[in-house]
């Protein structure tokens, strides 16, 4: 991406609507704004203009804004021709800007301006994002959260506590002669208490947000006929899949995505898991274990007249270790129990009725508990984080801990040094202080044209 020319973008959906916006950042668009408008409009005030091609025809009539440099959204001037919302007009009106010397933007193009020129930083700017993409009304107050710098605060406290750490150590390796114990009279122990437990509840708020984000892929597995279809009718409260007594009915994977507490569960139905010579099924049932290895939860539906049989044993053994399974026992009305929840070593199970909806509130909770959701962190302290957020957290927590050995090693003190720059830095890469060009191309490319 180049970042001193002047780009244009529609920034409105493709398509018929009310209003289109076409925008534009630059270096100077006084250009554009005589040749479009006939003058240059005054500063953040909405005026009524005709739009013009180079005859002087009028393509369009409409609304436009101008944010001179540095009070805008990229730091650039930015001007903003919100006209009616035909996709033929947009794009003449686009066409204008791009005859005038404007390139049309790159995807995220504006929003990265806005971080280069350091209007954002790179965890306000992926809230940007996921705001927009929010599924759910809590992933969108999360996403605002990150947007208006919560997460970052929180970072860059903890990376100041890691820097006074940081000088004390420095100190101490500047002037070994000196009597003083530099680490010991400044407490620098507690300290580094203080900073792993500050990052220990960052990173449960942020695996929070991350859930609002990403949601949880649920796999209904199990033998044919125990009802894995009419969990998922009931979980979505609709006929989404076909239901009937006839075992295989379902031979391919069936989607659908629903919320518990504003949480996006993506459901998935599977081909009943048996031995079975129909080609077909076959299909159906590989495209399960398929579906199995991409899922973060795993339902295993059981007939509860039957229990757990050694045919679902075999299924269990099948399954990922690292996957979490949460046994649902179906079909009570017909085997005279009732709704309930065991919890053992040997993990959850839930006993209900798909068809008549008995104990489905019991699952939903045994479904965000297994998942890790913690309405008590999420409520109004939960961070939108990205899976390269969490990662670098984690990376963090690694190297605090191996800090917290060479702490007490006087001969070792080079090395605790090295593992509290590496934890800075892993930390800054979060708000982009530290980062590479790669991941900033990877990261603004996923953003919509036009933001």
């Excluded at 066409?95 to 049309?104: E, P, T, Y």
Aim: with cysteine; glycine share 8%.
């Amino acid at each position: 991406m180049q970042n001193n020319d002047t780009i244009a973008a529609i920034a409105t959906p493709p398509g018929r609507g009310g209003i289109g916006i076409v925008r534009i950042s630059g270096s100077n668009l006084q250009q554009f704004a005589q040749a479009i408008l006939g003058k240059l409009p005054d500063p953040r005030h909405a005026g009524l203009f005709n739009f013009l091609d180079q005859d002087n025809q009028i393509i369009d009539q409409g609304i436009a804004l101008y944010f001179p440099s540095p009070n805008s959204y990229t730091g650039e001037d930015i001007l903003e021709l919100h006209g009616h919302g035909g996709p033929a007009v947009i794009n003449l009106l686009l066409a204008r800007c791009l005859q005038l010397g404007a390139r049309l933007a790159e995807p995220g193009e504006f929003t990265l301006r806005a971080f280069l020129n350091e209007k954002l930083d790179l965890a306000q700017a992926e809230g940007i994002a996921d705001l927009i993409d929010a599924s759910t009304a809590n992933a969108a107050r999360c996403a605002m959260r990150s947007l208006h710098g919560e997460f970052s605060s929180a970072i860059h406290q903890l990376v100041n506590a890691l820097i006074d750490l940081r000088i004390l150590v420095e100190a101490t390796l500047d002037f070994p002669e000196e009597e003083i114990d530099f680490l010991q009279s400044a407490h620098a122990t507690e300290q580094l208490i203080a900073i792993r437990e500050k990052l220990e509840q960052i990173l449960a708020a942020s695996r929070q947000g991350n859930l609002l984000q990403e949601g949880i892929k649920v796999v209904l597995a199990g033998q044919p006929n125990v009802g894995k279809s009419s969990l998922l009718n009931r979980l979505a409260g609709d006929e989404i899949a076909i239901v009937t007594d006839i075992p295989g009915t379902t031979r391919d994977t069936v989607r659908q995505s629903i919320e518990i507490e504003g949480i996006p569960l993506h459901l998935i139905d599977t081909a009943g898991l048996r031995e079975t010579s129909d080609i077909v099924e076959q299909h159906g049932i590989a495209r399960t274990y398929a579906a199995i290895e991409q899922a973060d939860l795993v339902l295993l539906l059981v007939d509860s007249r039957h229990g757990v049989t050694e045919e679902d044993h075999s299924v269990l053994a099948r399954l990922p270790e690292r996957l979490p399974v949460l046994t649902v026992h179906n079909k009570i009305d017909l085997s005279g129990k009732l709704p309930h929840l065991e919890e053992d070593t040997s993990g959850t199970a839930v006993y209900l009725s798909a068809k008549e909806g008995a104990g489905i509130t019991l699952l939903k909770t045994a479904l965000l508990k297994t998942a890790g959701w913690q309405a008590n962190i999420a409520g109004e302290g939960a961070y939108m984080a990205r899976q390269r957020h969490l990662q670098a957290l984690m990376r963090t927590r690694e190297l605090l801990a191996r800090a917290a050995t060479w702490l007490h090693t006087a001969d070792q003190l080079e090395l605790l040094a090295e593992e509290l720059r590496l934890a800075q830095q892993a930390l800054s890469s979060i708000t982009g202080e530290f980062t590479n060009d790669d991941l900033l191309g990877e990261i603004f490319s996923s953003f919509c044209i036009g933001k």
